[in-house]
């Protein structure tokens, strides 16, 4: 079983940053590709970024340039750095693990609210 626990969210002003970890357990972390995806009200859950197990990385265009998306194998963690943030950032943000080994998880989700 594996579970995903994130915190960093919060209430931020327009062009303010924020940055979102996820701890992960078990050894699966490592071989898995991670994700950070957002919901918004009434609107469906998004990709913002993901990081596959070699570190490469895809990002939604409404994000690309401002969010950086990083994992740390050693503390079983990854991180969004996000900067430059705009009120419609505000969402509820999920850490994702994807693994074809176990399938996939979600963390129990961190509110973001950007005020204008």
């Known amino acids: 079983q594996v579970q995903l626990v994130e915190s960093g969210g919060g209430l931020v002003q327009a062009g303010g940053s924020l940055r979102l970890s996820c701890a992960a357990s078990?050894?699966?972390?490592?071989?898995?590709?991670m994700g950070w995806y957002r919901q918004a009200p009434e609107k469906q859950r998004d990709l913002v970024a993901t990081i596959t197990s070699g570190g490469s990385t895809n990002y939604a265009d409404s994000v690309k340039g401002r969010f950086t998306i990083s994992r740390d194998n050693v503390k079983n963690t990854v991180y969004l750095q996000m900067n430059s943030l705009k009120p419609e950032d505000t969402a509820v943000y999920y850490c994702?693990?994807?693994?074809?080994?176990?399938?996939?998880?979600w963390g129990q989700g961190t509110q973001v609210t950007v005020s204008s």
């Open positions: 994702n693990l994807d693994s074809t080994l176990v399938g996939g998880y």
């Open positions: 078990g050894m699966i972390f490592k071989i898995s590709t």
